[in-house]
């Protein structure tokens, strides 16, 4: 790895990998320990920008409270124990679960962060597949992307083929439910977002940002307010607009997709006027949002989280794509692109998955409400109801890896309740959170600059084609393991393996008799060699292996300035190559859309908040990120209310209010503004750390959780993806505080005690 520095002071290049953007670190080591993380200025695409937590990841990674030796429950809590103690007992404990109930006994949830490690998603997924057929799995995804990419099923056939915005070419960009100067950008890896969003203005294009609130991305571009779950009946419209209008050039787009005629006649009732009283948004502005989409000859509409956790949050995701093909923008410069990576083999990669994945859809259902398969996993919401429902494949042994569903999945308090039930719980992360907090094991991860990495995840969601890779900066604290070693060692103890992990065991020794190591190194070089870039196995003179990434471009290589377009033959995996717009299960979604209740007993409408200084529920230890929040005292977690909405309930700036939802209450403090629309009220979610957790500084900041508000009745939850309905979630609000004059000075009193 490229390194400089001089006696035991070196400055190894390396990236984070806390969000999508990826940015480009100078890790400062010294004496073999972390001490300094700064942005690489040398960095193609980021160029020296880093934002606060990923500069302040030195603090995870040397942190005090971390898990740096496996721990097991006893009856004083926790207390140290070696690994082979651990994984024996777990792996004879498992074995016999297998033996009595089957593999529909055991499940495996794993979070965000997996994501962002080779080595976890390369481990985790065989694993739990390989337990058997009727094992369970969650992700985060089914608070996330799931909806996503089964709209892409539905489309393209495959759930890999998901398009992004050109943003580097694009003239006018339309971003719906998307907060990029706070997240950084997601389903889309643009270094320096907030920067290339500003080049779209300054050649004279557009920004146009679709949001309840006037975020912090809102505030610097056009701001569309629109009404929380409004958006698939802006999308609707639109497309009513361009039919209507004959603004879309129709045979262009039947010589690419079949079903038009469907489309067309789905979008019928949904008028401008038809919809205003759903989205807020005047009919006038809608008509002309349809023709600039369908008359600037690049432009392309972009949906993220806050389209993805309504009620109809698949439909919304399908639409958005439709909205941007009928006005002539997919898979065109400037339009909504598909990055591909120019590997051969990549077309017959999304065929296979994307049979595999339509066949577990219609086939393979949820034990608990139904549901159906979506990239392999369930949805988090069950997860409860799957270890607490007695029958068949109830789960009773549960693997939890960089998650914490206590806080991140709805309803918490009915997660924790019915961890009690399992047999085995078993968490690997770098703390004890709220969920890992109630395992027998709590195994010691390595963080992401204690391992080697290739950012599989992200490659074909970049705006500009890029490669790298990083060699571990430090060696693991204490016995931290990195996912891979652990799930390969908990294989090898296994009494009975099943036969897929047998086969896996067996692969694993004939690499090792060969005397190579035991890692995805061969499959990630396998990938860079064929992608663009790649030396193709030497076919390519001077092209990319993982060797030479990681030597002689530490900092990375842009593989192409643009993506390519004009692959859609390549990206859709129906036969004969066509987009396909007709489905029942769509159709009946837009059925849903149009019946949708009306507010009643809770009539406002719950959103969510990033922070700048937070990441999901996780990097509240750190004192740099925290310390300026723990100053302002109870402001570590608030939300954010409309002055009108606060000013007719009788509620002040900064006064505590509880908020109530049909399934259940938090109280919270308050912040009130005019940059939100009303009827909505804003909170952040990955806060509520109530002690349970080890993280000292997190259990200070507090907070309530969010998703104490959020349903897990079947009914609340998306039938198609399984998606956790997280946005406009129906609430009512009240002052917990009345302002009461004594003697001259005004004061709060509370009217009544905590949730
Ligand atoms: N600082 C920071 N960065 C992060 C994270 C973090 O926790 N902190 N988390 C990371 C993760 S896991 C993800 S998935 C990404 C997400 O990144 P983004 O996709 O950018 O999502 P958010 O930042 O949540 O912004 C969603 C926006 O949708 C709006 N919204 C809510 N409901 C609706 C609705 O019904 N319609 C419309 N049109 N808008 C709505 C919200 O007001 C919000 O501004 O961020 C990542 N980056
Ligand atoms: N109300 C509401 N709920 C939401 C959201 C929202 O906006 N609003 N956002 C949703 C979204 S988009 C997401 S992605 C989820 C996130 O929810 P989850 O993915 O369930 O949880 P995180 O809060 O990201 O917690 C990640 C855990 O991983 C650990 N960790 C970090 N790095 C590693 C590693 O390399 N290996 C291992 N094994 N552990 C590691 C951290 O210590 C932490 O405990 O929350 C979802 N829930
Ligand atoms: S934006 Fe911040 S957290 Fe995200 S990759 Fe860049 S430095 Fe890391
Ligand atoms: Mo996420």
């Known amino acids: 790895m490229a390194s400089t520095g001089t006696g035991n002071i ?4 390396t990236f984070c990998r806390i969000c999508e953007p990826l940015c480009g670190m100078i890790a400062t080591v010294e004496d073999g320990r972390l001490t300094a993380l700064r942005p690489d200025k040398q960095h193609p695409l980021s160029a020296g920008f880093a934002c606060p937590k990923g500069i302040a990841f030195t603090e995870v990674v040397n942190d005090p409270d971390r898990v740096t030796v496996p721990l097991r429950r006893g009856p004083d809590g926790f207390e140290p124990v070696g690994w082979d103690i651990a994984l024996d007992d777990i792996a004879g404990r498992l074995s016999r679960i297998l033996d009595r109930h089957g593999s529909g006994a055991v499940a495996w949830y794993f979070g965000n962060p997996a994501a962002f490690s080779y080595s976890h998603l390369m481990s985790v997924m065989p694993f739990i597949k390989g337990i058997g057929r009727h094992s369970h799995l969650f992700t ?23 398009p992004i915005p050109d943003v580097l070419r694009t003239d006018f960009l339309v971003m719906i439910g998307a907060n990029p100067v706070v997240s950084h950008g997601s389903f889309l890896t643009t270094p320096r977002i907030k920067d290339r969003m500003h080049d779209i203005v300054r050649r004279g294009g557009r920004v146009m940002i679709v949001d309840p609130r006037r975020t912090e991305t809102a505030a610097q571009f056009e701001w569309q307010p629109i009404t929380p779950d409004g958006d698939a009946y802006l999308l609707l419209s639109l497309l009513q607009v361009m039919f209507a209008e ?20 789905q979008c019928v009732p949904f008028s401008p006027e038809a919809t205003e009283d759903r989205t807020g948004i005047d009919p006038v502005t809608v008509r002309q949002l349809a023709r600039d989409l369908a008359g600037t000859p690049r432009a392309a509409v972009y949906g993220r989280f806050g389209t993805s956790v309504g009620r109809n949050p698949t439909l919304t995701a399908y639409l958005i794509d439709v909205v941007n093909l009928v006005a002539g923008q997919l898979d065109t410069p400037g339009g909504s692109v598909f990055s591909t990576s120019g590997a051969p083999a990549e077309r017959l990669m999304m065929m296979a998955m994307g049979a595999g994945m339509r066949r577990a859809f219609r086939r393979k259902k949820s034990r608990i409400g139904g549901f159906p398969s979506v990239i392999g996993a369930e949805p988090a919401a069950m997860l409860a109801k799957e270890i607490s429902t007695p029958g068949d494949n109830r789960i009773r042994a549960l693997f939890v890896s960089a998650g914490n569903p206590a806080l991140s999945v709805p309803n918490g308090s009915e997660l924790v309740g019915a961890l009690g039930d399992l047999d085995l719980m078993v968490g690997l992360d770098l ?14 991860v390595t963080t992401m600059y204690e391992r080697d990495d290739f950012p599989v995840t992200f490659q074909n969601f970049q705006s500009t084609p890029f490669r790298q890779a990083t060699e571990a900066v430090v060696a693991p604290r204490g016995q931290a393991r990195t996912e891979w070693d652990i799930v390969a060692d908990l294989t090898a103890r296994l009494s009975k393996r099943p036969p897929v992990l047998a086969g896996l065991a067996g692969l694993r020794r004939l690499v090792e008799r060969t005397g190579r190591a035991w890692g995805p190194r061969p499959i990630i070089d396998m990938m860079i060699r064929t992608s663009d870039g790649g030396d193709l196995f030497g076919l390519r003179r001077g092209g990319l292996n993982l060797r030479r990434l990681i030597g002689e471009h530490p900092h990375g290589v842009v593989v192409g300035e643009h993506i390519r377009t004009g692959v ?33 007993e809770f009539p406002l409408r719950l959103i969510g908040m990033r922070q700048p200084r937070s990441e999901n529920s996780w990097m509240h230890n750190s004192p740099t990120l925290m310390g300026p929040v723990l100053k302002r005292g109870d402001r570590a977690h608030g939300a954010l209310m409309n002055a009108d909405d606060a000013a007719a309930l009788g509620v002040g700036d900064g006064d505590t209010v509880r908020i109530r939802s049909a399934n259940g209450a938090i109280d919270i403090p308050v912040t009130l503004t005019d940059d939100i629309v009303r009827g909505a009220i804003a909170v952040p979610h990955g806060w509520g750390h109530n002690g349970s957790g080890g993280w000292k500084l997190a259990n200070r900041g507090g907070g309530v959780n969010v998703n104490t508000l959020m349903s897990t009745a079947p009914a609340d939850v998306e039938a198609l993806a399984g998606m956790s309905w997280l946005t406009g979630v129906p609430v009512a609000v009240e002052p917990t505080t009345v302002t009461v004059t004594v003697g001259g000075t005004t004061e709060g009193v509370r009217m009544s005690g905590g949730q």
């Open 10 to 13: 070196e400055h190894k290049v």
């Open 140 to 162: 985060a995804s089914s608070q996330d992307t799931s909806n996503r990419l089964l709209a892409s099923q539905f489309l393209y056939g495959s759930p890999m083929a998901v």
């Open 246 to 265: 004959n603004l879309a050039d129709q045979r262009a787009v039947s010589a690419v997709a079949d079903g038009l005629d469907w489309l067309r006649a």
């Open 431 to 444: 703390y004890v959170n709220e969920t890992t907090a109630h395992c027998d094991y709590v195994l010691p």
């Open 568 to 600: 859609l033959h390549k990206v859709v995996v129906y036969r004969g190559g066509r987009i396909k717009l007709a489905h029942s299960e769509i159709g009946a979604e837009i059925e849903a859309v149009a019946q949708r209740d009306r507010p009643g």
